[in-house]
Every structure is written in C-alpha cells, then in structure tokens.
C-alpha cells in the first residue's frame, strides 16, 4: 500500500500531445453527447430499504464481450444533471458498466427527483440535507443492483465530483470490500472515519480550490498512518469543478482535464480487474 503527491503544471501543448483520450464534455457539450452517443443507456428503478419510492438512476453499458465493472458516479450538489450522465456515457465508452443515481430520488414534488425540482438553489438544498445514512443505503443498493447484473463482473467502484466526491470518499471508509474510490476536487472525511479505510483512493483536485485542498495533508497523515493508498494529484492553476468547467481558467481546466481523466481511468481498471 502506497500514498503519494504529484504536482502537475503542464503546458497546454504537452497536454494535447500527451492525452489523446477521449473526456467527458464540458457542462455546455453534455446534451449533445447524450443524443449522439452510441451506447445504450436506459433508466432503471432500484428499491431501497425505508426509502418510500424506488431510487432512479441511468445505467449505461460499454460495448465489449467480456464482462465488465460497475462504477457508481455520484453526482454534484447540483443532482443528477445531464452532464453527470454524460460522464457515466464516456466511462461506459472506457469499458465500464457506469451507473449514476440521483440521490433525490423522492424529494421533489410529488415524490420526482432531481428533474422535478424547480431551481437550482432548491436542488442544492435537498442534496445538503442528504442524511449519510440515506446515502450509504441509496449507494448500497445501487452497487449491489450493478454487481448482480449478468453483464457484471461482480467488481465496484464509485467516482464523485465536488459533493459527490466528498461522498465517493466517506463512501470509500464505509465500505470495505468495494474496489476503489475516485474523488474529483471533494473534500476529506475526518479521521474517525479515515482510519477505518480500506480501499484505494484516487484524488484530483484543482491547484486554485484552497476550502478542499486543505483537507489533503490532515487526510494523507492518517492514512499513512494506517498504511492505506491515497494517491493525489494536484493540478496547477485549476479550479474547483474543472472536469464539468473545462473551458474556464484560461485553459488551466482543459489541461487538468486532460491529465485527471486518463488517470482515472488507469485506476479504475487497475483497481477492478
């Protein structure tokens, strides 16, 4: 077991050369890649325990022959929006069975989700008030329905973005036996929970997104600690939300992009094999 830093600052030049992979769209591009992808994606209801409706989430298949991992994407504050299921698309397009719930299944007007929803704001309330309990019950369900799949090769793991990769990350100390975790630019559980970590961790973070990295150094202290894996990269002058954000920060996003997103997928197959 291993925990490592790397500080990135590449040109924008290297990065072109060095990362012909394809990424998921920028938030404007998402709708267009959902109508033009060629993969089959499809809304599933999952049952829940105590949750009075099922949980709704848009699973996406890769087109391969042999079985493949499940990867649970979490969704921002901002709930399961379409660029979220255009990152479950490109991941489905990587090789994995991508599966993106939205964790507001229920809360909306007559028990809707995110789409129900009116504004903005209401959405990031709800998603605030999430309980860590609803969230571990909605991820268990949501994994253990992946798993089970017949296309599955029994193999999980989760990727979140800003929320949702605080809760990719507190997810992670939960539970065990899931392969790996990916957290794009969320913030650290504390060390009652760190200590308890079992998994592999992958962080990505923006240089610029000083609220979040502070809780880097405190988290890779304990983990060491206790000889877990946590392996970080920090990319100069980027945002928060750079992945969704990829034309903003005059092109220190699009660079971060380009690194963090072959990186995450490495990691996922190395983890998941």
Not at 28 to 41: F, I, Q, V, Y
Not at 158 to 179: E, I, K, N, R
Not at 233 to 260: C, I, K, M
Request: net charge neutral.
């Amino acid at each position: 077991m291993k925990i490592a830093i790397v500080l990135l600052a590449v040109t924008l030049g290297c990065a072109l050369v060095a990362n012909a992979a394809a990424l998921p769209p920028g938030e404007a591009g998402a709708k267009d890649a959902l109508n033009t992808s060629p993969r089959h994606g499809e809304w599933v209801d999952i049952q829940v325990p105590e949750a009075k409706v099922p949980l709704r989430a848009y699973v996406v298949y890769p087109e391969r022959k042999d079985k493949a991992p499940v990867v649970i994407v979490i969704q921002e504050i901002y709930g399961l929006t379409d660029w979220i299921r255009a990152v479950a698309d490109q991941l489905a397009a990587d090789g994995f069975i991508a599966i993106a719930p939205d964790l507001l299944s229920g809360k909306g007007p007559d028990g809707g989700g995110t789409e129900s929803i009116k504004s903005r704001d209401d959405v990031t309330k709800f998603v605030r008030e999430l309980t860590q309990g609803e969230v571990k019950r909605m991820l268990d369900a949501v994994r253990a329905y992946g798993e089970k799949l017949p296309s599955s090769n029994g193999k999980s793991a989760t990727v979140g973005y800003c929320w949702g990769g605080s809760m990719s990350f507190w997810y992670a100390t939960q539970t065990p036996d899931l392969s790996a975790a990916v957290v794009y630019y969320g913030t650290a559980p504390d060390a009652a929970a760190l200590e308890k970590l079992k998994v592999p961790v992958l962080g990505l973070y923006g240089g610029d997104d000083a609220r979040v990295n502070t809780t880097i150094e405190p988290a890779q202290k304990v983990i060491e600690k206790i000889k877990g894996s946590y392996t970080v990269h920090v990319f100069d002058g980027a945002g928060h939300g750079f992945l969704r954000q990829q034309d903003g920060r005059g092109g220190a996003n699009l660079r971060a992009a380009r690194e963090a997103w072959p990186a995450t997928i490495e990691f996922l197959r190395e983890k998941t094999r």
